[in-house]
């Protein structure tokens, strides 16, 4: 199958992919796996403890030929060794899951090379370098949730496990062109958790869903 794919302009604030080893953690169907590969990564290795996704990954490979660049792990996080075998690593919508985020991060570290750099994206709340949400129950509806950092914190965290060269990159609310339903996706979606006479909340009262993405290096 032909298959050209190329990011958006936000790739300019990441090290170029190309011949990259990537470790894409939480990486659920692999979709962005083979968009690392599009952008020139050399091998990517995704883990995520679902099965059904790696169900659905096999069958995608399949779909392009056997290609073997690019492989999932069933497995979350916390069950892989120590690698430092990745150049970049990416973790995306994976930190607010963690009922302990800075080992979250260490376990991220311990996953890169020395000098390799670290792509963190998640869902962040607006406030200074001590601000954090911990919701009660759910957040926009969902189980499973622990720690919403403001960017300014989530930066603060990154250096304290020992990252360096941490920036904020992008910081954006999430919109409901972006998070609908469509005729794939037909259930429910971002317009059904958010409060319909304010969206700029959650229908449980929090803050409507900001994601912030930092980059950082590790020095070790
Ligand atoms: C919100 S989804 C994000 C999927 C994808 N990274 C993206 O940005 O579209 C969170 C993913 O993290 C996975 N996940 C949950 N706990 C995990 C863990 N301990 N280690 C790795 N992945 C985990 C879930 O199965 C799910 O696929």
Sequence with gaps: MAFRLEMGPRTAHISPLKGRYVLDVGCGNGYHMWRMLGEGAELTVGIDPSELFLV????????????????????GIEKLPELKAFDTVFSMGVLYHRRSPLDHLIQLKNQL????????????????????????????????????????????????????????????????????????????????????????????????????????????
């Design 56 to 75: 659905q990954f096999e069958a995608i490979r399949r779909l392009m030929g056997n290609d073997q660049r690019a492989h999932l792990l069933p497995l």
């Design 113 to 220: 090379v020395k000098n390799g750099e670290l792509v963190l994206e998640t869902l962040v709340i607006d406030g200074d370098e001590n601000a954090v949400l911990v919701p009660f129950d759910r957040y926009a509806q969902m189980h499973n949730v622990y720690f919403f950092p403001s960017a300014k914190a989530l930066k603060v965290w990154l250096e304290k496990v020992g990252f360096v060269d941490v920036r904020i990159v992008d910081e954006c609310v999430t919109t409901t062109d972006e998070q609908r339903t469509t005729d794939w996706m037909t259930h429910n979606s971002l317009p059904d958790y958010l409060d319909p006479n304010d969206p700029t909340k959650t229908v449980e009262g929090y803050p409507a869903p900001k994601r912030a993405v930092l980059v950082a290096k590790n020095p070790d």
